[in-house]
């Protein structure tokens, strides 16, 4: 294995534990190289693994607790950088939301805040 990839690789992929194994898009086995660990606070891990074959991803959080190992993902086309990048970023409020939704109905402000 390559020494950059063992950098992202995490503690919690032993030979014994195989967590979110296959593709949900296209079913092709997914590998621990494919894993990017985003981040990890106490026994929560936020990662980003890339399918191979089809390239899309999937965003899971594991989190590891006395009672076993529970996870969520979320299907998407963003590379890990990009993931990155937003996570750091505001969140969206609910003022965004409606500022939006007035944006989006007065086409000519749509297209002058565009340009």
């Given at each position: 294995?390559?020494?950059?990839?063992?950098?992202?690789?995490?503690?919690?992929?032993?030979?014994?534990?195989?967590?979110?194994s296959y593709c949900p898009l296209c079913g092709s086995s997914y590998t621990p190289l494919q894993t990017q660990i985003l981040g990890e606070k106490e026994d929560s891990h936020l990662m980003h693994i890339q399918c191979g074959n089809c390239s899309n991803a999937i965003i899971a959080l594991v989190i590891i607790s006395s009672v076993g190992v529970s996870s969520v993902g979320l299907v998407t086309d963003l590379g890990s950088e990009e993931v990155d990048r937003f996570r750091g970023d505001c969140q969206v409020t609910t003022n965004d939301v409606i500022d939006m939704h007035h944006l989006l109905q007065d086409e000519e402000k749509l297209f002058a805040r565009l340009a």
């Open positions: 294995m390559k020494a950059s990839a063992k950098k992202n690789l995490s503690p919690m992929f032993g030979d014994d534990v195989k967590l979110i």
